[in-house]
């Protein structure tokens, strides 16, 4: 069982940077792929950022690319989201999940373990 708690939400103004971390608990954190997700009121949960287990591959959806960047420390079991450019359409709660598959962020239905979220809230 992993247990992920998600950190450094905040409001921003148009424009500027946050960064997310995300602490898992348990020795088995580099046996993860990771993801980032988020969601608006009234809107579906948005993928914005995956990583294998040993951070070699990343992937993001065309709307943060080269503005999301995602990294994990296997020794401090943490996942970063470092978002830069931010823009008012960014807001939305932000969730971090851990996927059963090491190598693989692409499938919604392997990310089995899910933090409570982190407010981001983007002022224009």
């Known amino acids: 069982q992993v247990q992920l708690l998600e950190s450094g939400g905040g409001l921003v103004q148009a424009g500027g940077s946050l960064r997310l971390s995300c602490a898992a608990s348990g020795r088995t954190f580099n046996r993860y792929a990771m993801g980032w997700f988020r969601q608006a009121p009234g809107k579906e949960r948005e993928f914005v950022g995956g990583i294998i287990w040993n951070g070699v591959s990343t992937g993001y959806p065309d709307s943060v690319k080269g503005r999301f960047t995602i990294s994990r420390d296997n020794s401090k079991n943490t996942v970063y989201l470092q978002m830069n450019n931010l823009k008012p359409e960014d807001t939305a709660v932000y969730y971090c999940?851990?996927?059963?598959?090491?190598?693989?962020?692409?499938?919604?239905?392997?990310?089995?373990?899910w933090g409570q979220g982190t407010q981001v809230t983007v002022s224009s």
């Open positions: 999940a851990a996927s059963g598959v090491p190598w693989a962020y692409n499938n919604y239905e392997d990310f089995v373990h």
